[in-house]
């Protein structure tokens, strides 16, 4: 291998653009390739943060000139790319979900398992620092037994119909997040039960997709979790997590740019906005994950979520669809 640890990176959206930044300013990586059937797309982000342009991912993932993937292309792809990198023993971050449809991700589940080359996706809250302290705070005993975990999250502004029409809907593509936070801190979910809700959006509900959402998750030990999720928020995106256990409470707010406050004749302790999206509040979560990556890759003892990670939030997701259709509680065994 290589000084520099060389990354290709498939897939040039959204989320692809974010790792291409996080890429082009990490020590010791380089973004050796960009690689997306849309060459212009590809062309720009190369130009933005250096690498070869590629359209056929096959073939990057073989290439001699590349140590690891990043794999950002539209989850439909996800899991024959992954395949790929585990049989060529390619180390691969792939994005979430591995695919919406939890027999292709059993169909990998054994090769995954058996591979040679590290393999993590992206659950990228595991990596914010708030929530990271707050973890290993819990983790040390400082609130006793944990009994209660509420985690919310609210979008600003529901995403593009026409995206929410083949994202795999609110629990596949939004509360996946916070279903993995919920087995970050409680591994072993035995229930789930969901209510869907159509509360503001009429061209969502037009989809049979739900936006917003209220999950309550049991533990084998009788730990509760409650999700809670809309796809709006007027005040910006709202992140927050809360920890309760036998001797206290840990909790993460919502962030701002900075801790200024003003307090006047007409009101007191006035801060800023919430940070707006996850671009700004997961800055952070997006280094320290790929950080954890490359890690692994040079073969570090380090704990990074991984497929047995990624298949266990989506069949909790599954659940919760189920759930929510049928309006009742839905048992679940995630070693099975």
Same mark, same amino acid.
């Given at each position: 291998?290589?000084?520099?640890?060389?990354?290709?990176?498939?897939?040039?959206?959204?989320?692809?653009?974010?790792?291409?930044?996080?890429?082009?300013?990490?020590?010791?990586?380089?973004? &050796?390739?960009?690689?997306?059937?849309?060459?212009?797309? &590809?062309?720009?982000?190369?130009? @933005?943060?250096?690498?070869?342009?590629?359209?056929?991912?096959?073939?990057?993932?073989?290439?001699? $000139?590349? $140590?690891?993937?990043?794999?950002?292309?539209?989850?439909?792809?996800?899991?024959?790319?992954? *395949?790929?990198?585990?049989?060529?023993?390619?180390?691969?971050?792939?994005?979430?979900?591995?695919?919406?449809?939890?027999?292709?991700?059993? @169909?990998?589940?054994?090769?995954?398992?058996?591979?040679?080359?590290?393999?993590?996706?992206? !659950?990228?809250? %595991?990596?914010?620092?708030?929530? @990271?302290?707050?973890?290993?705070?819990?983790?040390?005993?400082?609130?006793?037994?944990?009994?209660?975990?509420?985690?919310?999250?609210?979008?600003? &502004?529901?995403?593009?119909? @026409?995206?929410?029409?083949?994202? *795999?809907?609110?629990?596949?593509?939004?509360?996946?997040?916070?279903?993995?936070?919920?087995?970050?801190?409680?591994?072993?979910?035995?229930?789930?039960?969901?209510?869907?809700?159509?509360?503001?959006?009429?061209?969502?509900?037009?989809?049979?997709? =739900?936006?917003?959402?209220?999950?309550?998750?049991? *533990?084998?030990?009788?730990?509760?979790?409650?999700?809670?999720?809309?796809?709006?928020?007027?005040?910006? =995106?709202?992140?927050?997590?809360?920890?309760?256990? #036998?001797?206290?409470?840990?909790?993460?707010?919502?962030?701002?740019?900075?801790?200024?406050?003003?307090?006047?004749?007409?009101?007191?302790?006035?801060?800023?906005?919430?940070?707006?999206? !996850?671009? /700004?509040? =997961?800055?952070?979560?997006? /280094?320290?994950?790929?950080?954890?990556?490359? #890690?692994?890759? %040079? *073969? &570090? $003892?380090?704990?990074?979520?991984? !497929?047995?990670?990624?298949?266990?939030?989506?069949?909790?997701? $599954?659940?919760?669809?189920?759930?929510?259709?049928?309006?009742? %509680?839905?048992?679940?065994?995630?070693?099975?």
């Amino acid at each position: 291998m290589a000084d520099a640890l060389r990354v290709a990176l498939i897939g040039t959206g959204r989320i692809g653009r974010v790792h291409a930044a996080t890429l082009a300013r990490t020590d010791g990586v380089e973004l &050796a390739v960009v690689c997306d059937v849309d060459t212009a797309r &590809a062309e720009a982000v190369a130009a @933005a943060y250096g690498g070869a342009v590629a359209t056929d991912p096959g073939l990057v993932i073989g290439s001699a $000139d590349v $140590d690891a993937v990043v794999i950002a292309s539209p989850t439909a792809t996800h899991v024959d790319l992954l *395949g790929q990198a585990v049989e060529a023993g390619v180390p691969a971050l792939c994005e979430k979900p591995i695919d919406l449809d939890i027999a292709r991700v059993d @169909a990998l589940r054994e090769r995954a398992a058996a591979a040679t080359a590290p393999v993590m996706v992206g !659950f990228n809250r %595991r990596f914010d620092p708030h929530f @990271a302290a707050l973890r290993a705070r819990v983790a040390a005993g400082e609130i006793g037994h944990l009994e209660h975990l509420a985690v919310t999250s609210r979008d600003p &502004a529901p995403p593009p119909v @026409a995206y929410v029409a083949v994202s *795999g809907g609110i629990f596949r593509d939004m509360t996946i997040h916070d279903l993995d936070m919920a087995r970050w801190f409680v591994p072993d979910i035995v229930s789930v039960t969901a209510t869907g809700l159509r509360q503001f959006d009429d061209e969502i509900a037009g989809t049979g997709d =739900y936006d917003a959402a209220v999950l309550t998750l049991v *533990g084998a030990g009788g730990e509760s979790v409650v999700i809670t999720n809309s796809r709006h928020s007027a005040y910006g =995106y709202d992140q927050r997590l809360e920890a309760f256990g #036998s001797d206290g409470l840990l909790s993460v707010g919502n962030v701002t740019d900075t801790v200024v406050r003003f307090s006047g004749a007409t009101a007191s302790e006035v801060g800023e906005p919430f940070q707006n999206f !996850f671009l /700004e509040r =997961y800055a952070a979560a997006y /280094e320290r994950e790929l950080a954890a990556f490359v #890690s692994a890759v %040079r *073969g &570090a $003892d380090v704990v990074v979520p991984g !497929f047995e990670d990624g298949r266990a939030a989506l069949v909790l997701a $599954d659940a919760a669809l189920l759930s929510a259709r049928e309006g009742r %509680r839905v048992d679940v065994d995630l070693a099975r």
